[in-house]
């Protein structure tokens, strides 16, 4: 059983930046692939983006290539999300999830954080 906490979320500026993390409980972290989620209120979890378990494969959906990163770091069990240019449109309960394997969709993940509010105001 996997743990997964996010940190790093808060209320910003249109334009302003924002990196998110997310550290496991468990050192076979390294094992799985990650993704990043969000859900607007009213709205379906929406994939953001995903790293393979080497880090050598990153996949974003369309609407954040060019403003967010992601990166990870085994030794530290941990997760970035790193969000530039952010718009309200951006607005979300941003979710951590591991998985076998990087993919778009929510349910090949098999364990989920609690999530972090990013509120980005205009």
């Known amino acids: 059983q996997v743990q997964l906490t996010e940190s790093g979320g808060g209320l910003v500026q249109a334009g302003d930046s924002l990196t998110l993390s997310c550290t496991a409980s468990?050192?076979?972290?390294?094992?799985?692939?990650l993704g990043w989620f969000r859900q607007a209120p009213g709205k379906e979890r929406q994939f953001v983006g995903s790293i393979t378990q080497s880090g050598g494969r990153t996949e974003y959906t369309d609407s954040v290539k060019g403003r967010f990163t992601i990166s990870r770091d085994s030794v530290k069990n941990a997760v970035y999300l790193q969000m530039n240019r952010l718009n309200p449109d951006d607005t979300a309960v941003y979710y951590c999830?591991?998985?076998?394997?990087?993919?778009?969709?929510?349910?090949?993940?098999?364990?989920w954080g609690q999530g972090t509010q990013v509120t980005v105001s205009s």
């Open positions: 468990e050192r076979t972290f390294s094992r799985y692939a």
């Open positions: 999830a591991a998985g076998s394997f990087i993919s778009v969709a929510a349910g090949n993940y098999n364990y």
